[in-house]
């Protein structure tokens, strides 16, 4: 049997006689429990909240999006026809109309941007399931809008609100605006459904039907701002954007999901690395009990190791006693605090006992990467903490 890890697990699970150095190591103990759960909770909340924040961008971005190089439109000619609707790899795809405007709602008005869309347009984005009240835009309704959340509540607007019109207006280019009258589009809208999503998407967003946008902007049948797209289950995005950009040329702009979001996806990732660096650094802090509990146990054992030099152990034998029981005392205390942290995080997952809002769970996600994580990270720590406090070790100090 390994002589040093005999001693050690003698030393860890063996009481001693040393009333201070017993409650010295539980609380060593307890701070590694506490940091590995704390560590573990964050990185499991923080992955449910970035799964939730990419569910949110299922809702308001396609995988694919394809606008014009130059200019803001360009037309849905025969040869993009062809290429786009005889492309396998492609399962849906819709033509789309984006424009800044003015909306208003009585006396009250924001600056947005009105999009006008297919009907087919909830089979390439989940905007259908993010309707919390009312419909969706019908064919055999004529002059509806949806509307986002933020945005209504600003505009003081709701879908029950049948006597007023939400009216989108837009400049005419080159009339100026000496007389407001004649200086803008517009058309009058009923808003017939109210979505969430995203705090910039909900803000921003008045979704019409394309025939709708063309009248507003004054766009011919043809004429598009966009076109966005659903890619088959296994297609990669990635691949499947660079192999498009060439077959359209430097006439279009191909653009993927995280392309289109890019910012939000740094600050995302951004947010999750932080937020593992500080708690690490409570961690490590954490570990510094270890080290005190340790350089304890190997003061009280002094005479012990007196006698165990005199019986023929080497001083590498006796400092790796002190590694490995350091190293024992951090993993029986990060198997804990991950048992701990995991039943809360299932216990959330499967309750929802803490709420962002009345209806949506605060979100957590079990992932075995976080899990792995957790232990690298604790147990390079306990390591590194359990080897500084072995090196105090030394003839002089035993013999002393």
């Given at each position: 049997m390994n002589f040093p890890l005999y001693i050690a697990k003698r030393y860890l699970f063996a009481k001693s006689g040393n009333n201070a150095i017993n409650i010295i190591t539980i609380i060593a103990s307890i701070g590694v429990i506490v940091g590995t759960a704390a560590l573990f909770i964050i990185l499991s909340g923080f992955s449910g909240l970035r799964t939730f924040n990419y569910s949110l961008l299922d809702i308001s971005d396609p995988d694919v999006k394809i606008t014009a190089a130059k200019g803001k439109s360009f037309f849905y000619d025969a040869s993009l026809q062809n290429l786009v609707s005889k492309d396998e790899d492609i399962a849906v795809f819709s033509k789309v109309i984006e424009e800044r405007v003015f909306i208003k709602n009585g006396e009250k008005q924001q600056i947005a941007f009105v999009k006008g869309v297919d009907y087919n347009y909830t089979d390439v984005v989940g905007l259908d399931d993010a309707i919390q009240v009312g419909t969706w835009l019908q064919k055999e309704y004529t002059n509806t809008s949806i509307i986002g959340n933020s945005l209504a509540y600003k505009l003081s607007a709701g879908i029950e609100s049948f006597g007023e019109y939400l009216e989108i207006l837009v400049p005419k280019t080159g009339t100026g605006f000496l007389n407001p009258a004649q200086s803008f589009r517009s058309i009058n809208t009923q808003i017939v459904g109210t979505y969430f999503g995203t705090e910039d998407f909900e803000n921003n967003y008045v979704f019409v039907s394309n025939s709708q946008a063309q009248e507003l902007l004054n766009y011919k049948a043809d004429q598009f701002t966009g076109i966005e797209i659903k890619l088959r289950p296994e297609i990669n995005e990635d691949d499947f954007s660079e192999q498009l950009q060439e077959k359209l040329g430097t006439q279009y702009k191909?653009?993927?999901?995280?392309?289109?979001?890019?910012?939000?996806?740094?600050?995302?990732?951004?947010?999750?690395?932080?937020?593992?660096?500080?708690?690490?650094?409570?961690?490590i802090i954490a570990m510094f009990t270890i080290v005190g509990a340790i350089i304890m146990m190997i003061i009280d054992k002094k005479k012990n190791l007196k006698t165990l030099l005199s019986l023929g152990a080497t001083m590498p034998e006796i400092k790796n006693i002190f590694v490995l029981q350091g190293f024992l005392l951090t993993t029986v205390s990060m198997v804990i605090g991950l048992l701990i942290s995991a039943g809360l995080v299932a216990i959330?997952?499967?309750?929802?006992?803490?709420?962002?809002?009345?209806s949506i769970p605060y979100p957590v996600e079990l992932r075995l990467s976080n899990l792995f994580i957790v232990i690298a990270t604790i147990t390079v720590l306990g390591f590194l903490a359990a080897k500084v406090a072995s090196s105090r070790i030394s003839n002089g100090f035993i013999n002393k």
């Open positions: 191909v653009q993927t999901k995280a392309q289109l979001n890019e910012l939000f996806y740094k600050v995302i990732n951004t947010e999750n690395f932080v937020s593992y660096l500080i708690f690490t650094l409570i961690v959330q997952q499967q309750f929802q006992l803490f709420m962002i809002t009345s």
